[in-house]
């Protein structure tokens, strides 16, 4: 993603029920956001990132999904976020499916979480359709939350 998604992620971000599992609060407006994607670091720092997520067919903007190095974790978190009107058609399964193969094969990852909270039905459903295995509970924003992992040995016998 680039400054020039700032609209996109203003809005995504400003949906209450898009948010309602992510502990993130909206930006204050569309500056906020352009200036979050300006500081963004991830690509630079680790080769790796959230990525815009565009249809091919129309080049609609659907949402991010994308790798996160977690330096308190000291690993490599999965997430995504789409816009509702993308929800329930396959576009977060694919996406995170192709970002975890992305992360073993480009960048030789051992291990891969993800970090959801036990209420959040469907992101838990997108982790199991990609491979992703319950690890453990925890605390996920002050909510009760599960770990979810996949290890690059289990994609290299997919």
Not at 31 to 51: T, V
Not at 65 to 77: A, F, H, I, R
């Amino acid at each position: 993603m680039s400054a020039d998604d700032a609209a996109q992620v203003y809005e995504l971000n400003n949906d209450p029920e898009v948010t309602k599992y992510t502990g993130d609060k909206p930006f204050a407006n569309r500056s906020e956001a352009e200036q979050f994607l300006k500081n963004y670091d991830q690509y630079r720092r680790n080769g790796y990132g959230r990525w815009a997520v565009i249809r091919n067919e129309d080049q609609q903007w659907l949402g991010w999904c994308g790798l996160k190095y977690l330096v308190e974790e000291d690993e490599t978190d999965i997430g995504f976020r789409f816009h509702r009107r993308f929800w329930n058609q396959g576009y977060a399964s694919e996406a995170a499916l192709a970002c975890l193969h992305y992360g073993f094969r480009n960048f030789n990852l051992e291990f891969i979480t993800a970090h959801v909270m036990k209420d959040n039905a469907a992101s838990i459903r997108v982790l199991e359709k990609i491979g992703m295995k319950y690890w453990k509970d925890h605390v996920f924003h002050q909510h009760p939350g599960c770990y979810y992992i996949a290890n690059r040995e289990d994609d290299e016998s997919m």
